[in-house]
Structures are given as structure tokens and as C-alpha cells.
Nanobody, 125 residues
Framework: QVQLVESGGGLVQPGESLRLSCAASGFTFSSAAMSWYRQAPGKERELVAIISGVGASISYADSVKGRFTISRDNAKNTVYLQMNSLKPEDTAVYYC??????????????????WGQGTQVTVSS
């Protein structure tokens, strides 16, 4: 039901740019915080950037501040990650994540956490 489909990954040289897209379906997109994570071989998955439901709150990992920009288009149910000035250390599989709460009654709620399949970004000379 819930689907997150990433696209836009590929092979680029250092200093070049890529834009990743994540198309979402199966939930109320504007109610979800959307984020991008990445995982390099042998390393833990790390949060790259996160954006709140209507885009009012944004946060980035220190390693990408000033180079990456997360944005969302709620009319298209899509979140983006614009990656500029790419470095070899940015090489990783990039994953799209959605988090949201569903309130069932007074104090009864559940947190949901969904992941896409990932898209490979390789930065190499």
C-alpha cells in the first residue's frame, strides 16, 4: 500500500550535481515528515536531511550543509534532494523515508516508518 520510489541516482564526477526524487503513495503525504538517508559500504545508515510535512522545518547533516537541499512538492507527492558539489565521500545508497502518526482514539496512536528501495549515487573521477 505505502510505496516510496527513488530515482535520479547515477555516476558523476566530483563537483557535479544530481537531483534525487522520491515518489510517494498510499498515505497522506502532507502529514508525513520526509527524509533522505544514505548508507555507504561498511558504514551505518545516516540521516542526510529531513523536511516536515509542509516544509516549515528542515534539517541537514553537517557533512552536507551548504551543498544539499531537500524540498517537497505536496501536490505531486514527491520529495527531492538536490545534491551539488558532490564529493567522493557522498558515494552511498540513498534511501527515502516517510514517518507519520495515526491517531486512533484519545491517547491511542501509532507511529509508522516506511523506506524506499534506495538509489545508488557514485561520485568518482
Amino acid at each position: 500500500q505505502v510505496q516510496l520510489v527513488e530515482s535520479g541516482g547515477g555516476l558523476v564526477q566530483p563537483g557535479e550535481s544530481l537531483r534525487l526524487s522520491c515518489a510517494a503513495s498510499g498515505f497522506t503525504f502532507s502529514s508525513a515528515a520526509m527524509s533522505w538517508y544514505r548508507q555507504a559500504p561498511g558504514k551505518e545508515r545516516e540521516l542526510v536531511a529531513i523536511i516536515s510535512g509542509v516544509g516549515a522545518s528542515i534539517s541537514y547533516a553537517d557533512s552536507v550543509k551548504g551543498r544539499f537541499t531537500i524540498s517537497r512538492d505536496n501536490a505531486k507527492n514527491t520529495v527531492y534532494l538536490q545534491m551539488n558539489s558532490l564529493k567522493p565521500e557522498d558515494t552511498a545508497v540513498y534511501y527515502c523515508n516517510a514517518r507519520f502518526l495515526i491517531h486512533y482514539s484519545g491517547s491511542d496512536s501509532r507511529r509508522y516508518d516506511y523506506w524506499g528501495q534506495g538509489t545508488q549515487v557514485t561520485v568518482s573521477s
